[in-house]
């Protein structure tokens, strides 16, 4: 059964995060409590892990990598582009205490989640990677989107717990 569509906080392809500014600063509602818990890749694309917590009624924290020696840390919140909710991601730093370096800490995803199947889609890097503004970064994001081109691969994750 479909349960929800929107974006969520998948920071997976996180080495190279693709926005100077994010498209909106403030969530834009509660963040989707349905999205909380720990997650495993599941489409072959590799075992990655990624835990999904609450941070208050608005914001998640993204751990991608749990698990592993080194794991990322990002701060998450919804966002709204027209009709479509999505996650904005702030990637932090990582569990050695390295802080994230580079100019480039934002990134967005949309999800959909089915049962105990998560399925997420990064907003292609290209798109808006230049953008120096949230307004501009909203055009380019629209103007992709009205072309259908503004996704990468879907990832799969499978809820562990």
Do not use: N
Not at 98 to 106: A, S, V
Not at 109 to 127: F, P
Not at 151 to 160: G, N, Q, S
């Amino acid at each position: 059964m479909k349960i929800r569509i929107g974006v969520l906080i998948a920071a997976l392809g996180v080495a190279a995060c693709d926005h100077r500014v994010p498209l909106s600063d403030q969530p834009s509602g509660e963040a989707d409590r349905l999205v909380i818990g720990a997650w495993v890749r599941s489409d072959g694309g590799g075992s990655e892990r990624m835990v999904v917590l609450p941070m208050g009624r608005r914001e998640w924290l993204v751990v991608w990598g749990a698990g592993s020696a080194e794991p990322l840390y990002a701060r998450a919140w919804p966002v709204r582009l027209s009709d479509a909710t999505l996650a904005q991601l702030e990637w932090l730093g990582s569990g050695a205490g390295k802080p994230l370096e580079g100019d480039r800490p934002f990134q967005l995803a949309s999800w959909t989640l089915t049962g105990r199947t998560l399925t997420v889609r990064l907003i292609k890097a290209e798109v808006g990677r230049d953008a120096a503004t949230s307004a501009e970064l909203a055009a380019a994001l629209e103007e992709a989107r009205r072309r259908g081109a503004w996704t990468r691969e879907p990832m799969v994750f499978t809820r562990t717990e």
